[in-house]
């Protein structure tokens, strides 16, 4: 059973379309995190959310942490193919000092 | 820059054989892991270490052990490579409540 949920796996767009990536639990996080991760190499931290109903924007990307701290989603408006890889989101719980648990991920293709 | 490097990219080892996964970060980071990833199951903890000689289990421990003799080095050890090891593997170090990852280590075991 995945802890942290994430959806959709796959998406492909059209470069200038909008999309939301959702990351949902039945678990309390005392913070979440969105990597990105290019092929060949390892995730990079995007943002952490750390407080319920935070709101984060990153130039184009939109990171929103749930009231209730058991959700999560990332935006991007206006897509664009430089935005194309694997987004990660991770939560960490109360009392687990620096692990984190992972969702699946979801693989963005974002075509000219 | 932080800078976290695994030893290998890509690895092809044979069933049954020892295999090293070694990993350094160069930050003086206390808190190290190591995750496999596998398509459609995001990272899974396998091992992490708090410190020098200090290791805890994570999710998926067996088949797996580690080794961490120095603070900047961090090794993975499959004592006897099985088919169902071949994936990617990611070392991370951590600071600051962010994970600080290595490009990955593409292991296939036939």
């Known amino acids: 059973t995945q802890l942290l949920e994430q959806s959709p796996q796959f998406l492909s767009i059209q470069e200038g379309e909008n999309l939301t990536v959702y990351c949902n639990s039945s678990?309390?996080?005392?913070?979440l995190q969105w990597y990105r991760q290019e092929p060949g190499e390892g995730p990079v931290l995007l943002v952490t959310?750390?407080?319920?109903?935070e709101v984060k924007k990153l130039k184009r990307l939109t990171f929103q942490f749930g009231d209730a701290r058991k959700d999560s989603s990332l935006h991007i408006t206006a897509a664009q193919p430089g935005d194309t890889g694997l987004y990660l989101c991770?939560?960490?719980?109360?009392?687990?000092?620096?692990?984190?648990?992972f969702g699946q991920g979801t693989e963005l293709s974002v075509k000219p | 820059d932080v800078k976290v490097t695994q030893s290998s990219r890509y690895l092809v080892k044979r069933t049954g054989e020892k295999v090293f996964l070694e990993c350094v970060q160069d930050m003086d980071h206390e808190n190290m892991f190591w995750y496999r990833q596998d398509p459609g199951l995001g990272l899974r903890l396998i091992y992490f270490?708090?410190?020098?000689?200090?290791?805890e289990k994570g999710d998926i421990p067996e088949g797996y052990s580690v080794s961490r003799e120095k603070k900047e080095r961090f090794s993975l050890i499959l004592e006897s490579a099985s088919t169902n090891q071949t994936s990617m593997y990611l070392c991370a170090s951590i600071k600051y409540n962010e994970q600080f990852f290595g490009p990955g280590t593409r292991l296939t075991v036939l």
């Open positions: 991770a939560g960490r719980r109360y009392n687990q000092g620096g692990k984190l648990i």
């Open positions: 270490s708090y410190d020098v000689k200090m290791k």
């Open positions: 678990s309390v996080f005392s913070s």
């Open positions: 959310v750390v407080t319920g109903g």
